[in-house]
């Protein structure tokens, strides 16, 4: 057995917002992968604070707050920016399965995060179910660093509710995000 001559890996999540957490697997998946395809998938479970699109929105921004050198070239995402030279996508799917949006976009792996011990119990679940519906789509996952064990999407929004400050979470364009929501 041998790795493929391309790998990309899908990262699907609710991203609502997307966290300095989140952007630690997205660095870990883009060291390990050839291309990762990053995309909000619709959880009937969750009710959104933002909407996809600003989401989407803000998963770009965060990535080059992040990462200046994302940016190179004009070309395929919302702002016109190619992210890593074309290594990093940006996407969105609902009405299908992770496993179905995988094969779709031809991801040879997905990614997931772990944080805690919940997060793991949550995560072999979905490992098995996703195994039985394609085994040859691999599920990966990557712990955090441990300054993000504790940082959650959820967190984010309860302190922000809170007036609490939330820059130890998020980046600069999902506090603003915040502020403008609690404007209106």
């Not at 609902?94 to 976009?105: F, G």
């Amino acid at each position: 057995m041998r790795k493929g001559s391309r790998t990309k890996a899908l990262y699907a999540g609710s991203f609502d917002p997307i966290t300095r957490g989140h952007l630690d697997i997205i660095g870990k998946a883009l060291m390990t992968f050839d291309a990762v395809h990053v995309a909000i998938g619709t959880n009937v479970r969750k009710q959104r604070t933002f909407g996809v699109e600003q989401s989407l929105g803000l998963i770009e921004r965060s990535i080059v707050e992040h990462w200046p050198e994302a940016v190179a070239d004009a070309g395929e995402t919302r702002s016109g920016n190619l992210l890593f030279q074309g290594a990093l996508e940006i996407g969105e799917y609902t009405n299908q399965s992770l496993i179905a949006y995988a094969r779709k976009i031809g991801a040879t792996h997905i990614v997931r995060g772990l944080r805690e011990a919940s997060d793991f119990n949550e995560e072999f679940k979905l490992h098995g179910v996703a195994e039985r519906i394609d085994s040859s789509i691999p599920m990966v996952h990557f712990i955090c660093e441990a300054k993000f064990l504790h940082v959650s999407s959820s967190t984010a929004k309860e302190l922000d509710t809170m007036g609490e400050g939330i820059g130890w979470l998020v980046m600069p364009s999902v506090e603003a995000a915040f502020a403008d929501r609690r404007r209106r």
